[in-house]
């Protein structure tokens, strides 16, 4: 049987599921989450708040691992956001600030997989827990996505950064 969840847990829930939408929404829209574009305040809001919340969401009725791979994950994605304003970073801005977002969105989807493979069908989860293959096969998968779009993410940013000094 799945676990219960609490009504906060139901309000964490939805607003975790706002930077998922946006970041899907920015990718394929935009190739990219650009904090610059609606879809990118968008994510990089929800996904502070979804965090916010997880502090008052435990199931051992306390501070525990989760919330600190959320500031993880909050640390990652500021860090994409701000990378563009380090200049001693030079040329390496415009890519550390994508794959910091890219990242963050990736990272946000290990709990997320989590908690919707061990809970999903209600009568018989998926999964049992964090480590049932279930769960380790989709984050593979989500992660093999992640480099293949980072790696053409870089590519696009090389060739806009070749046609500029060019023209």
Avoid: K
């Amino acid at each position: 049987m799945a676990h219960p969840i609490s009504p906060l847990g139901v309000i964490h829930t939805v607003i975790s599921l706002v930077p998922v939408i946006a970041g899907i929404y920015a990718f394929v829209r935009y190739r990219q989450i650009d904090t610059m574009t609606r879809s990118g305040r968008v994510y990089l809001i929800s996904l502070t708040l979804a965090v916010l919340t997880s502090f008052g969401v435990s199931s051992t009725g306390g501070l525990n691992a989760g919330h600190a791979f959320g500031l993880v994950v909050l640390a990652v994605a500021f860090g994409g956001l701000f990378a563009p304003r380090l200049t001693m970073l030079g040329r390496l801005r415009p890519y550390l600030s994508v794959f910091g977002l890219s990242f963050s969105f990736f990272l946000s989807l290990v709990p997320g997989t989590n908690e919707t493979l061990t809970r999903v069908p209600p009568a018989h989860p998926l999964a049992d827990g964090p480590t049932s293959p279930v769960v380790l096969g989709t984050l593979l998968a989500f992660l093999g996505i992640f480099v293949v779009g980072f790696a053409a993410q870089c590519w696009m940013i090389h060739s806009r950064q070749r046609v500029a000094t060019h023209t």
